[in-house]
T-cell receptor, first 116, second 115 residues
Framework: AQTVTQSQPEMSVQEAETVTLSCTYD???????LFWYKQPPSRQMILVIR??????QNATENRFSVNFQKAAKSFSLKISDSQLGDTAMYFC?????????????FGKGTKLTVNP | EADIYQTPRYLVIGTGKKITLECSQT?????MYWYQQDPGMELHLIHY???????EKGDLSSESTVSRIRTEHFPLTLESARPSHTSQYLC??????????????FGSGTQLSVL
């Protein structure tokens, strides 16, 4: 069974600074996807960034980037130039890439607060 | 914003009532999902569907049932609600387009409270 662990229940950062959220996972699969989803207070959960396990290059999306360490099964999210709108729950998630199955396994989440 | 809608946004009901949580998407996605999320906890998959007339139980056991008669509609029903069903229920979908195949679009959720 796949598991996803987020060891930081809560974090805070000052506006314009950089913060890194940790995520580790456990799987025996070789072909999979990793995601970071953002859930703002009382708003829809949205995808922040996605990484295919077969790609060595770390994914980036504007101010968001990941540090994907496949051997260590680590997938951290770095948010640069933090903004007040980044305040949200952040969930790390894992998906096996097989036959059209898109079932996600989520971590418990990290509550990020960006302070002015 | 994703074109996936859940109603009601909040629901408070008494024990024993039958309820249906609605979920609709206008993106033509073939795959739809229901997740259950308790406060401060991870999401757990309770039901999923890969197309019309296809439904499967998820990883977390649930007394709820689902149906998929139309592509765009994936309602969840509780025949007799209990306080243990109090939780947030999130609906999601994913699509045919290559870039959408691994990406889930989520609704705003239904916060259910059973008294």
């Amino acid at each position: 069974a796949q598991t996803v662990t987020q060891s930081q229940p809560e974090m805070s950062v000052q506006e314009a600074e950089t913060v890194t959220l940790s995520c580790t996972y456990d799987t025996s699969e070789n072909n999979y996807y990793l995601f970071w989803y953002k859930q703002p207070p009382s708003r829809q959960m949205i995808l922040v960034i996605r990484q295919e396990a077969y790609k060595q290059q770390n994914a980036t999306e504007n101010r968001f980037s990941v540090n994907f360490q496949k051997a260590a099964k680590s997938f951290s999210l770095k948010i640069s130039d933090s903004q007040l709108g980044d305040t949200a729950m952040y969930f790390c998630a894992f998906m096996i890439a097989q036959g059209g199955s898109e079932k996600l396994v989520f971590g418990k989440g990290t509550k990020l607060t960006v302070n002015p | 914003e994703a074109d996936i809608y859940q109603t009601p946004r909040y629901l408070v009901i008494g024990t024993g009532k039958k309820i249906t949580l609605e979920c609709s998407q206008t993106m033509g996605h073939d795959k739809m999902y229901w997740y259950q999320q308790d406060p401060g906890m991870e999401l757990h998959l309770i039901h999923y569907s890969y197309g019309v007339n296809s439904t499967e139980k998820g990883d977390l056991s649930s007394e709820s049932t689902v149906s998929r008669i139309r592509t765009e509609h994936f309602p969840l029903t509780l025949e007799s609600a209990r306080p243990s069903h109090t939780s947030q229920y999130l609906c999601a979908s994913s699509g045919l387009r290559h870039r959408d195949n691994e990406k889930l679009f989520f609704g705003s959720g239904t916060q259910l409270s059973v008294l």
